[in-house]
T-cell receptor, first 114, second 112 residues
Framework: SAVISQKPSRDICQRGTSLTIQCQVDSQVTMMFWYRQQPGQSLTLIATANQGSEATYESGFVIDKFPISRPNLTFSTLTVSNMSPEDSSIYLC???????????FGPGTRLTVL | QKEVEQNSGPLSVPEGAIASLNCTYSDRGSQSFFWYRQYSGKSPELIMSIYSNGDKEDGRFTAQLNKASQYVSLLIRDSQPSDSATYLCAVKGGGSNYKLTFGKGTLLTVNP
């Protein structure tokens, strides 16, 4: 399975600011995804990060709020823009390889917005 | 709306017992099924995947799939305190649908 790292592991941010989360995979992968996990809740898919094209967003998530980049097959970023306390959550990156259904997760980024 | 439902828990079992975790899904076209374990404060860890009807065993873990009943389960034999975690059921649709839909998870506590 791929080894996935995320930076930062946690951050405390002020309302109205933006934070960019980085996700690095140790091998080339076909699919990369960004999830949100709010306290005590399950995982909600934010978007699929597509290499070389715009991300595919799920219902309720928009590009202006969560811009995503994926410049190559091993790296992606998620930005949480104009943050409010409701954005306080754990943000998780996952990846799956070519022809594989299994997704593996990074360690997550714990975001607190004051 | 594709849904994945898990028994709400929390589930508490004594050490050495069998823990049984259940999951049902609404999309009859689903093809791939996964169980993730998530320790408190950690990210989900894939522990089992199952693609065809029947049982799949891996050590103390057995996944069971019944597509006709749209039901998937995870049995943990000889439960250990280290198995205490939230278990998430995830389902992938068929064809080119690559997205996973997660259940809300079942919190398992194994008491020494």
């Amino acid at each position: 399975s791929a080894v996935i790292s995320q930076k930062p592991s946690r951050d405390i941010c002020q309302r109205g600011t933006s934070l960019t989360i980085q996700c690095q995979v140790d091998s080339q992968v076909t699919m990369m995804f960004w999830y949100r996990q709010q306290p005590g809740q399950s995982l909600t898919l934010i978007a699929t990060a597509n290499q070389g094209s715009e991300a595919t967003y799920e219902s309720g998530f928009v590009i202006d709020k969560f811009p995503i980049s994926r410049p190559n097959l091993t790296f992606s970023t998620l930005t949480v823009s104009n943050m409010s306390p409701e954005d306080s959550s754990i943000y998780l990156c996952s990846a799956s390889g070519t022809g594989q259904d299994e997704q593996f997760f990074g360690p997550g980024t714990r975001l607190t917005v004051l | 709306q594709k849904e994945v439902e898990q028994n709400s828990g929390p589930l508490s079992v004594p050490e050495g017992a069998i823990a049984s975790l259940n999951c049902t899904y609404s999309d009859r076209g689903s093809q791939s099924f996964f169980w993730y374990r998530q320790y408190s404060g950690k990210s989900p860890e894939l522990i089992m995947s199952i693609y065809s009807n029947g049982d799949k065993e891996d050590g103390r873990f057995t996944a069971q799939l019944n597509k006709a009943s749209q039901y998937v389960s995870l049995l943990i034999r000889d439960s250990q305190p280290s198995d205490s975690a939230t278990y998430l059921c995830a389902v992938k649709g068929g064809g080119s649908n690559y997205k996973l839909t997660f259940g809300k998870g079942t919190l398992l506590t194994v008491n020494p």
